[in-house]
């Protein structure tokens, strides 16, 4: 046995020690020195988080209640009020947190600047279950280059939210008018139509809906008439507004919108954003997601619920996905990847979307009390979870806000122009204007259009 030990000793310190011989008959080892590869734990880990104060506190006590184990390296939360303001930091120079919310949005923006690394195989190695906890097309939508580039964290499907006391479906109803079922879990294109109409009160400055003239706000409508948003769905050189399906989707959907008896018009919205007329009780329905709820309940006095986004012929819907992605730059990515399980475990997920921003991207949670909150308004969150089988996430490209502002004037005047709408003629006119950001080697020196495609 004595031997034994001796060639065991060998074994563990041989490859460490440099002037030391290791028999059995030798002094007490001399301390092994550190190889070039081995480093020490880290003294601490950052997590970077993202949102309003209520789901920052929220974190907050995620990681309190994580720093109460004597045995854990300790973790720094680092807070922003949004994405952007987050992306901005690190743009100008700021570390990035070892564990940090983001975006699908920005996953781009992330492998392309080397920020992240894959977390597949780190949680993989500590039992999450991905297939069973999490929808495939979330973790598809947060996946590059064959591996999990961060962990799904929230979704963000876009839904109807709509002032019960301007669409009253049961008035509707005594009046014959088309309406959802009461246990219906989705309504048509005609019945929202038929919503918006009710809820338009001339006398008392009340409309009916709002819908952003963007490219999110009208791709629900677009997929879900049988058109296509953008005319590749990975790497796409033009939106596809001018193709055939995709007109028809919008010409349905624009008899509806350009109805200034029934929508918004831009003065309005010079006067007061679309979500604080809805405040007001002055706008019927308006799009919008999970974030939107505890702004609404604010308001008291507000009975409001919620509806899937309106089927032409098939449901769809858009949005995104948050996540948890670990810096390329961790110090200790195996430390990193416990404190991630810990952040995706079931009840602080559930914690952080009690707060009622969240939409958790675990099923379990989705499911629970913590997030339907039986009893507070929307009646109905449970369509929330429903849209998410429906729900579309753009290309995964970096240029996103700059399309969106560069088509923006012609959306505005497909939704809000006055007179008879050549929709061939602004539908090409959007296209082409997105090419100089989608594909602008393709684009020539030719001169934009100098008349407007609605004729006054």
């Known amino acids: ?8 000793a060998c074994a563990a310190v041989g490859s460490v020690l440099i002037t030391a011989a290791c028999t059995n008959d030798s002094p ?24 309003p104060h209520d789901v920052q506190r929220a974190f907050r006590a995620t990681v309190d209640a994580w720093n109460l184990d004597p045995d854990s390296v300790d973790v720094a939360i680092e807070s922003w009020p ?25 996953l781009s923006w992330l492998l392309e600047n080397e920020y992240t690394q894959p977390v597949d195989e780190l949680l993989d190695e500590r039992g999450v279950e991905f297939g069973d906890t999490y929808s495939r097309d979330a973790l598809q939508a947060l996946s590059a280059d064959d591996h999990l580039q961060c962990m799904p964290y929230g979704v963000t499907p876009t839904v109807i939210y709509y002032n019960k006391r301007l669409v009253n479906f049961d008035r509707m109803r005594n009046r014959g008018l088309d309406v959802p079922d009461e246990d219906a879990t989705s309504w048509t294109f005609d019945q929202f139509a038929a919503a918006a109409e009710f809820a338009s009160r001339p006398a008392r400055e ?15 409508f677009i997929r879900s008439g049988g058109g296509t948003v953008f005319d590749d769905a990975d790497q796409p050189t033009s939106l596809s507004f001018s193709s055939d399906s995709s007109k028809d989707a919008l010409e349905r959907t624009l008899e509806l919108l350009r109805n200034p008896q029934v929508t918004l018009d831009e003065a309005q919205l010079d006067e007061a954003s679309a979500v604080r007329w809805f405040l007001r009780g002055k706008l019927g329905m308006i799009a919008g997601d999970r974030s939107l709820t505890p702004i609404l309940r604010r308001k008291s ?37 416990d404190f991630m399980v810990h952040e995706i475990s079931a009840d602080w997920v559930g914690l952080v979307a009690s707060t009622g921003y969240l939409q958790p991207a675990n099923v379990e949670v989705a499911l629970s009390d913590d997030f339907l909150q039986p009893g507070r308004r929307p009646e109905h969150a449970a369509f929330f979870n429903s849209s998410v089988r429906s729900m579309a996430v753009p290309p995964l490209i970096d240029t996103l806000p700059e399309l969106e502002e560069t088509v923006a004037p012609s959306l505005q005047q497909l939704v809000y122009g006055v007179g008879v709408l050549d929709l061939d003629a602004i539908t090409t006119q959007i296209d082409d204007e997105s090419k100089t950001v989608l594909d602008p080697d393709s684009v020539t020196d030719s ?10």
């Open 1 to 8: 046995m004595r031997v034994t030990r001796g060639l065991v």
């Open 28 to 51: 007490d080892p001399v301390p092994p020195t550190p190889s070039a590869s081995s480093t020490a734990p880290p003294e601490s880990l950052t997590f970077g988080v993202v949102g």
């Open 82 to 106: 949004t994405q952007a303001a987050m992306r901005a930091d690190i743009e100008g120079g700021a570390a990035v947190p070892d564990v940090f919310m983001s975006s699908r949005s920005d």
């Open 206 to 220: 009340a409309k009916g809906v709002h819908i952003a003239p963007t490219v999110e706000g009208l791709s629900p």
């Open 301 to 337: 006095n507000l009975d409001f619920d919620v509806m899937p986004m309106p089927k032409l012929d098939s449901s769809a819907t858009v949005g995104d996905v948050t996540s948890l992605c670990m810096s390329a730059q961790t110090s200790s990515p195996s430390l990193a990847a």
């Open 447 to 456: 001169p934009s259009p100098s008349e407007s495609p609605s004729a006054e």
